[in-house]
């Protein structure tokens, strides 16, 4: 019998919650209002709601049929699990992207499939919808693409003309860990699709020496995600795959996703709980590396087993273990150094900079840019403020380490 | 103490025009007392006239950037906004850095409204929920209730307008409403009723917020961070949220609890069918480089996109060996098609060369860097690396046999000859290979690219050249035998 759209809604939005990547920004400006038919897109992104698991929803994240050929150990969708399957047509795609876009509940569509037949015939299948979305009904909101690692360049560029930004999840983050637990992936075909797609990029990005105009290719760039806590692999390992990936093939973002319990998981991945605190500790190792000028073996060499401390977050890990390096004077530290200061984002540095030429800093000055003084006060000096040498504490590591929890009566 | 009295919450041109002729008339900051009411501009007294005499002093100016400050802060319910404004636009007179001042308290707490603002204008974008109702042109018809904290309904109408320009549609808050109608943008202070709306497409969201969200994962600290309670009554979905946290540790239990299943039919069928037919084994270049795609006999493979393999005709009598693909290389996946490839290209199209006619390789298929910030910076291959890639470099010489091979920097010269040569002792004469080869010595181009003085890469440019020239000949004279 033929489920109901609610039905299917239900299943192939079930199946697409484990890619964590939501984001709809980065893109080129996109206006309705000048151009006519729905939808616009403003550089920034808008989360229109947020799931009691904390993620933000952006777009309609669905798939567009949860059956797949192949039988990724880590994946709900796998051909050897026993959830429920479903399919949708790509005008109920469409649909619901229109109707949800419309009442303001989404920003766009991220679809993605289980492999069904051929790459080649998912990948149609996906550029289909992005391709009437855009040309048949004039919708200028985002569009989010799974890409098929092997699908043909001729697909892969087409969907690069109708949608925002292209993704191809590398999922494990060593070669060997994907062959052990995804047999039918390929990781030097990954690779080669994302060098693929930034060579697209770069080229397209290009004004043309005739028309000086850029031609469209995902104007919000490619992005991954890895998946943590599935295989042995440390946060070293993973980081430095981020930034191999960030460095080869120019991605926006890499998302991690702690590997979570799934219905009818496959018995070679014992059920734990989500690593939610690595995974959150893997995040702003990563924000270090991309915006506060860290070196990701500067960030994992702390320690031997080069998993990150979860009680510290990086930058007060690196700190602690580079107390030489401080007190950093706030009056005339160089900016990459006050970025180093745990507490000090990128925002309170470019302040710190700019009033420096009025004033000599004192605390309470960045009291008012609502630093926190109790972190940052050990690590800087200002010109009513000296700290004691740092290298003297010997308890600052327990000053920031959360106090052991109580233990609560059964 | 003057009394201002203004008729709007949020309007800033009346702001500016009461607070130019404040300036002007040289009342100071702490002299004004700003009201909000109906009674209208300098009510209590007599305008400061800005027109009856002309001003001696000029005009006041200000910088760009306090303009879009003050349209954001105007819009702030704080009824202290109007004076703190004020304040500032007379110390701008004196004082024309102070926005830079990021520390200055007037400056600190007129970002902190700007901020405010920019927060409620950001959630109203994102938590309006739109609700169709009967239409009555061609036009689907569409009305939204939504209560911001501040005055931001003028600043927020714009992006609706821009993003929902096929439809009608109506916005209702207490502090205002916005609406567009065949196109036609309209905003107005006056506050609205809430109206009774109902959209069956709510049920269809419903079922997808409830099933993207993960039970195994539940924070929710960090979605109350972000979306407050506040915001819940017009959310639609916000209803669900008590139930799924309560549901969420049983759920996550029944995950554990159950026990593995046998896998269905479908999957046996797919197993059970016979592995992709095994491609006939290819002979020749095709199928040494189709065997060279999957290569893992060092650990490059696994850092670098793809091995990147010679490019020429199966029996080229000439062939260019380079050390190792580049950048460009790898994410092509051809050899010398960067910047190096460049000039090898310029060069030999200068000494008559062919490209198409001679077959290009490296000593290492794969390309090894290090990571510097985000870029990928070339990294020589050790000894060992250049040792276990020769595999495929001797296999590249057996099938191509050519007359002559243009080794080209140190790491090529080594792989051929299985000594560490000093480059210039070399350079520039023939050599005998086994099997009767030749081998001509010469740098690599990407040498020049690294030379920082102009002079000197010219220089350069030219000797590698007549290197090339010098292969080119030697090839071309009938009794082409290596030298020695
Ligand atoms: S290919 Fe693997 S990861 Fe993708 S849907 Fe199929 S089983 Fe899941
Ligand atoms: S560098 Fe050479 S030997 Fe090493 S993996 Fe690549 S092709 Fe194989």
């Known amino acids: ?410 | 103490m003057r009394t201002v009295r203004l008729r709007h919450a949020a309007d800033f041109p009346e702001w500016r025009d009461a607070a130019r002729m404040l300036l002007l008339g040289g009342v100071a900051p702490h002299e004004v007392d700003w009201r909000l009411g109906e009674e209208g501009l300098f009510a209590e007294e007599p305008a400061p006239r800005a027109t009856a005499s002309p001003p001696v002093t000029p005009l006041p100016r200000v910088p760009p950037s306090f303009l879009e400050l003050a349209e954001a802060v105007i819009c702030h319910s704080d009824p202290a906004r109007f004076e703190l404004l004020y304040r500032m636009i007379a110390r701008l007179q004196v004082d024309r850095q102070l926005l830079s001042d990021r520390m200055d308290r007037d400056v600190v707490a007129a970002r902190r409204l700007e901020k405010a603002v920019r927060r409620d204008a950001h959630k109203m974008t994102a938590f309006l929920r739109f609700r169709e109702v009967p239409a009555e042109g061609a036009r689907r018809r569409f009305v939204a209730w939504f209560e911001p904290d501040h005055h931001i309904v003028g600043r927020t109408a714009p992006f609706f307008a821009r993003r929902f320009a096929d439809m009608d549609w109506m916005i209702l808050t207490p502090k205002g409403s916005a609406s567009l109608t065949d196109g036609a943008l309209r905003v107005s202070e006056a506050p609205a009723q809430k109206p009774d709306l109902a959209d069956p497409t709510d049920a269809l969201w419903l079922t997808y917020y409830r099933n993207i969200f993960n039970p195994a994962r539940l924070k929710v600290k960090a979605m109350m961070a972000e979306m407050p309670k506040k915001y819940w009554a017009n959310l639609p979905e916000a209803a669900l949220i008590p139930d799924l946290i309560a549901q969420a540790p049983a759920r996550v239990a029944a995950m554990a609890e159950q026990a593995a299943r046998r896998p269905p039919a479908f999957h046996d069928r797919i197993q059970a069918r016979a592995p992709a037919e095994p491609l006939p084994p290819m002979e020749g270049l095709a199928g040494l480089r189709a065997e060279a795609r999957g290569c893992t006999r060092c650990p490059l493979h696994c850092q670098a996109t793809q091995t990147v393999f010679g490019e020429g005709p199966e029996h080229a009598s000439l062939m260019f060996l380079g050390e190792q693909p580049g950048d460009e290389e790898d994410l092509e996946g051809r050899p010398f098609v960067g910047p190096a490839g460049r000039i090898l290209d310029d060069t030999m199209r200068q000494a008559g060369l062919d490209r198409s006619a001679a077959y290009v390789t490296n000593a290492v298929k794969h390309f090894k860097y290090e990571l510097r910030g985000k870029r990928r910076i070339h990294q020589s291959p050790s000894s060992g690396e250049v040792e276990q890639c020769r595999w495929w470099l001797d296999r590249e010489m057996a099938l191509i046999r050519p007359k002559l091979v243009v080794a080209m920097g140190r790491t090529a010269v080594s792989a051929l000859t299985g000594k560490v040569p000093k480059l210039a002792d070399l350079r520039g004469r023939l050599h005998a290979l086994d099997a009767g080869r030749a081998m001509i010595v010469t740098v690599h181009p990407s040498y020049l690219l690294r030379l920082p003085d102009a002079r000197a890469r010219g220089r350069e440019a030219i000797r590698f050249r007549e290197d090339l020239e010098a292969a080119r000949d030697w090839l071309s004279s009938p009794t082409s035998s290596p030298a020695r």
């Not at chain 1, 509940?105 to 855009?134: C, K, N, P, W």
Request: charge should be positive.
């Open chain 1, 1 to 410: 019998m033929q489920r109901t759209l609610t039905e299917r809604l239900a299943i192939l939005s079930d199946a697409a919650k484990y890619d964590a990547s939501c984001a709809s920004s980065g893109t080129e400006k996109r206006d309705s209002a000048r151009s006519g038919g729905l939808g616009s897109t403003e550089g920034s992104g808008i989360c229109h709601a947020y799931a009691p698991d904390g993620r933000c929803i952006s777009l309609l994240k669905i798939l567009l049929t949860n059956f797949c050929i192949y039988d990724c150990a880590y994946c709900i969708n796998r051909s050897s699990s026993n959830v429920a399957r479903a399919r949708f047509t790509a005008e109920e795609v469409i649909w619901l992207t229109l109707e949800f876009y419309r009442r303001n509940y989404i920003e766009g569509l991220f679809l993605s499939s289980g492999i069904i037949r051929s790459s080649d015939h998912t990948m149609e299948q996906m550029v289909r919808v992005a391709r009437e979305l855009r040309t048949t009904h004039g919708f200028r909101g985002y569009i989010h693409l799974k890409t098929i690692p092997e699908a043909s360049p001729a697909l892969i560029e087409e969907a690069g003309l109708y949608a925002d930004r292209l993704s191809i999840n590398i999922e494990m983050p060593t070669d060997a860990g994907l062959a052990s637990l995804a047999p039918e992936k390929r990781p030097a075909g990954i690779r080669r699709a994302m060098a693929g797609l930034r060579t697209k990029i770069e080229e397209m990005g290009e004004p043309t020496l005739r028309t000086k105009a850029r031609r469209r290719f995902a104007p919000a760039g490619q992005s991954t995600q890895v998946i943590v806590g599935a295989d042995a692999a440390s946060d070293a390992t993973i980081l430095s795959t981020s930034g191999r990936l960030y460095g080869s093939y120019g991605l926006r973002r890499v998302y991690y996703s702690g590997f979570s319990p799934i219905p009818d998981a496959s018995s070679r991945l014992p059920p734990q709980k989500p690593p939610l605190m690595r995974e959150h500790r893997l995040y702003q190792a990563d924000w270090l590396f991309r915006f506060y000028g860290f070196g990701i073996e500067e960030i994992t060499a702390a320690r031997p087993d080069g998993m990150l401390d979860l009680d510290l977050d990086p930058k007060l890990a690196w700190a602690l273990a580079h107390r030489e390096r401080f007190p950093v004077d706030v009056n005339r530290a160089p900016r990459e150094m006050l970025l180093r200061v745990p507490g000090f984002g990128v925002k309170v540095v470019q302040a710190i900079l700019a009033a420096r030429r009025h004033r000599r800093v004192r605390l309470e000055d960045l009291g008012r840019l609502r630093v926190s003084l109790r972190k940052v006060r050990p690590f800087i000096a200002t010109a009513d403020w000296t700290p004691l040498r740092l290298i003297d504490r010997l308890d600052l590591g327990a000053l920031f380490r959360p106090a052991p929890e109580q233990m609560a009566l059964l």
